[in-house]
């Protein structure tokens, strides 16, 4: 083999910071606040419905155009 003499050394690379301990909830209570699928599919509003609502690009603009 013909390893030129740098390639079996490791590159100065920092070690990566220690993350601190998080206090978490537990995991069956932060999925007990999750809504149910039907829930958020009740919800949900039509793509349509939702560009209805934005304003025009002539409100927007105004008098500059």
Do not use: C, N, Y
Not at 9 to 37: C, F, G, I, Y
Request: proline share 15%; hydrophobic share 30%.
């Amino acid at each position: 083999m013909d390893e030129s003499p740098d390639a079996s050394r490791q590159p100065a690379v920092p070690r990566p910071p220690e993350l601190p301990e998080v206090d978490s909830p537990p995991t069956e209570e932060v999925l007990d606040s999750v809504p149910s699928r039907e829930d958020v599919v009740e919800k949900a509003r039509s793509a349509a419905e939702i560009v209805r609502e934005q304003p025009s690009v002539d409100d927007i603009l105004g008098d500059r155009r």
